[in-house]
C-alpha cells in the first residue's frame, strides 16, 4: 500500500492506493493513484516539497510522483523565520 | 412589602440581565461560539494526526530521544560530523559540529501546521534537501543564545 500526506494544519491529509490491485486493473486502484497524482503535482504548484519516506530508509527528495513508495510526505514551502 | 424603589431596581436588574443574556445567545453569538468550538475541535484532531505520523515515520530511538530529551538529532547527509538538534516544539534548530554549536537556524513552514509536523519538516528537509534547507534558513550566531539543547 502507497500513502500520501500532506502537512496541514488539520494534520495530515491522506490518500492511499494498492499499486498491485492497480497493476490487475483495479478501477478503483487506478483511480486512487490518479487522485494521489493530481494532489501531488497541485501541491508541487503551490511550492510544497515531496519526501519519499520509509521507516529506516534514507529520506528521498522526488519531483515525480512514485506509486511505488510507501509513504510520500509533502511538506508546505518553508522560508526562514525569526 | 418592599417600597417601590426596591422593586423598580430589581426590576430595572432583571431587565439588564435578560437583555445580556439575549445578546450573548442571539444567533450571531451562537454561531460564532459553535465556529470558535468546531476550530478548537479541528487544532486538537490535526495535532493527535500530527503526532501519530510523526511516530509512524521516526524509529524507536528517534521517538524515545525526542520525548525524553525534547529534540531529534539529524545527522547531516553531506557534512561529516554535523548534527542538527531539532526541538519537540518549534523553535530555533541548533547545528553542532564536533560537539561544538556552530549555528543557529530559523526555518518555518508558509502554512501552520502542528509541531509534531513541523519536527517532521526539519528532519526530512535536513535529510532529502539539505542544501535548500540552509539557503532559505536564517542563520543567527550561536554565541548570542543561551545554550539550551
Known amino acids: ?82 | 412589602m418592599f417600597p417601590p424603589i426596591v422593586l423598580a431596581a430589581v426590576l430595572i436588574l432583571a431587565l439588564a440581565v435578560a437583555a445580556i443574556l439575549w445578546c450573548f445567545l442571539s444567533e450571531p453569538v451562537l454561531r460564532s461560539l459553535k465556529g470558535m468550538a468546531s476550530s478548537f475541535r479541528d487544532c486538537i484532531e490535526g495535532k493527535r494526526r500530527a503526532e501519530a505520523l510523526l511516530r509512524k515515520l521516526l524509529s524507536e530511538e528517534e521517538y524515545r530521544q525526542l520525548t525524553w530529551r525534547g529534540y531529534l538529532e539529524v545527522r547531516s547527509p553531506s557534512i561529516p560530523n554535523r548534527v542538527y538538534h531539532i526541538p519537540k516544539y518549534r523553535g530555533q534548530v541548533h547545528v553542532y559540529e564536533q560537539g561544538r554549536r556552530v549555528m543557529v537556524l530559523c526555518v518555518q513552514p508558509t502554512e501552520p501546521v502542528p509541531d509534531a509536523d513541523v519536527v517532521l519538516m526539519h528532519k526530512l528537509m535536513i535529510e532529502g534537501n539539505e542544501q535548500e534547507y540552509l539557503r532559505v534558513a536564517n542563520r543567527l550566531e550561536p554565541t548570542s543564545y543561551r545554550h539550551y539543547l
Not at chain 1, 500526506?5 to 490518479?34: F, Y
Open chain 1, 1 to 82: 500500500m502507497g500513502r500520501l500526506h500532506v502537512l496541514s494544519a488539520r494534520g495530515d491529509m491522506q490518500v492511499t492506493w494498492d499499486e498491485k490491485k492497480a497493476a490487475e486493473s483495479d478501477p478503483e486502484a487506478i483511480e486512487a493513484i490518479r487522485e494521489a497524482k493530481r494532489i501531488f503535482a497541485e501541491e508541487r504548484a503551490k511550492g510544497g516539497v515531496a519526501f519519499k519516506v520509509a521507516p529506516g530508509h534514507t529520506t528521498e527528495r522526488i519531483d515525480t510522483f512514485d506509486k511505488t513508495a510507501e509513504h510520500i510526505v509533502m511538506v508546505p514551502k518553508v522560508t526562514g523565520g525569526e
